[in-house]
Nanobody, 122 residues
Framework: QVQLVESGGGLVQPGGSLRLSCAASGSIFSINDMRWYRQAPGKQRELVASISSYGSRNYADSVKGRFTISRENAKNTVFLQMNSLKSEDTAVYYC????????????????WGQGTQVTVSS
């Protein structure tokens, strides 16, 4: 019923930038918090950034000052602008959102995208 589709990953040199996008589609009534997670090989998945429906933002310490999360509510889309990328930012990045569907307007469930690879390497 609901899909999250990420795009924008790829290979970039250290110091470079990438912009990830995640579009939600389906029988959506409302979207509350939207988040970006990442998982590097051999490591646990970690929360990178989150944004509420009102635009309140939070970031992991490791990305503060370099990454910016934003959203376009009219298009059910969340973005992650990543600047000054480092090799340690290499990971699969996942979109995550709390969504209420048309059929269940008062129950918000968590949905995940399929992930997009970001590789920072020279």
């Amino acid at each position: 019923q609901v899909q999250l589709v990420e795009s924008g990953g790829g290979l970039v040199q250290p110091g470079g930038s990438l912009r990830l996008s995640c579009a939600a589609s389906g029988s959506i009534f409302s979207i509350n918090d939207m988040r970006w997670y990442r998982q590097a090989p051999g490591k646990q998945r970690e929360l990178v950034a989150s944004i509420s429906s009102y635009g309140s933002r939070n970031y992991a310490d490791s990305v503060k000052g370099r990454f910016t999360i934003s959203r376009e509510n009219a298009k059910n889309t969340v973005f992650l602008q990543m600047n000054s990328l480092k090799s340690e930012d290499t990971a699969v990045y996942y979109c995550n959102a709390d969504i209420a569907t048309i059929g269940r307007r008062y129950i918000s469930l968590e949905y995940w995208g399929q992930g997009t690879q970001v590789t920072v390497s020279s």
